[in-house]
Antibody
Framework: QVQLVQSGAEVKKPGASVKVSCKAS????????INWVRQATGQGLEWMGW????????GYAQKFQGRVTITRNTSISTAYMELSSLRSEDTAVYYC??????????????WGQGTLVTVSS | DIQMTQSPSSLSASVGDRVTITCRAS??????LNWYQQKPGKAPKLLIY???SLQSGVPSRFSGSGSGTDFTLTISSLQPEDFATYYC????????FGPGTKVDIK
């Protein structure tokens, strides 16, 4: 079955960087975009950016421009999201999600299980 | 950026009730609107895509409607497993999510 499995929880100090992985299985990794979404505790969903695993092309939400980098390793069907200059407000669960397009409308299915990133001194 | 709003922000309902959640976009997004269900501690799950298409495996009591700026998610007869938070998401211009609607037990 189509599945995205993310790396484990991380604890980082303010100013550090974190890199979260997302391993895809059950489909051709290079055929679908991967998106990253985060959710602070008790809050809503916040889209961070996308990547085309075939070309490596990326797009980022303006809020995260300059701080987030999405990359991939096609040989192991894995996408990565790196967030730098961490601050306490970046404490959240980070999700990867596969984008599926239907007549141009992009939907996210499935999602990874989420990775908790805690930023604390 | 396109802003999404949802109403109500929360509601209390009983098993068997008909529940309607509204999502509004700050500008027309055609039918580029999806709905997700999220339970505590779990990742969101796709319910409805392209405003009104039911995702495979999702019970038929869920339905979506609307186009342009106003959209609706309806649960025709609320079941115990439907108590969750529901989010709308637009994909017309980048991606934005609504703030969510929490459905809990009356």
């Amino acid at each position: 079955q189509v599945q995205l499995v993310q790396s484990g929880a991380e604890v980082k100090k303010p100013g550090a960087s974190v890199k979260v992985s997302c391993k895809a299985s059950g489909y051709t990794f290079t055929s679908y975009d991967i998106n990253w979404v985060r959710q602070a505790t008790g809050q809503g969903l916040e889209w961070m950016g996308w990547m085309n695993p075939n070309s490596g092309n990326t797009g980022y939400a303006q809020k995260f421009q300059g701080r987030v980098t999405i990359t991939r390793n096609t040989s192991i069907s894995t996408a990565y999201m790196e967030l730098s200059s961490l601050r306490s407000e970046d404490t959240a669960v980070y999700y990867c999600a596969r984008a599926v397009y239907y007549y141009g409308s992009g939907m996210f299915d499935p999602w990874g299980q989420g990775t908790l990133v805690t930023v604390s001194s | 950026d396109i802003q999404m709003t949802q109403s109500p922000s929360s509601l209390s309902a009983s098993v068997g009730d008909r529940v309607t959640i509204t999502c509004r976009a700050s500008q027309s997004i055609s039918s580029y609107l999806n709905w997700y269900q999220q339970k505590p501690g779990k990742a969101p799950k796709l319910l409805i895509y392209a405003a009104s298409s039911l995702q495979s495996g999702v019970p038929s009591r869920f339905s979506g409607s609307g186009s342009g700026t106003d959209f609706t998610l309806t649960i025709s007869s609320l079941q115990p497993e439907d108590f969750a938070t529901y989010y709308c998401q637009q994909s017309y211009s980048t991606v934005t999510f609504g703030p969510g609607t929490k459905v809990d037990i009356k």
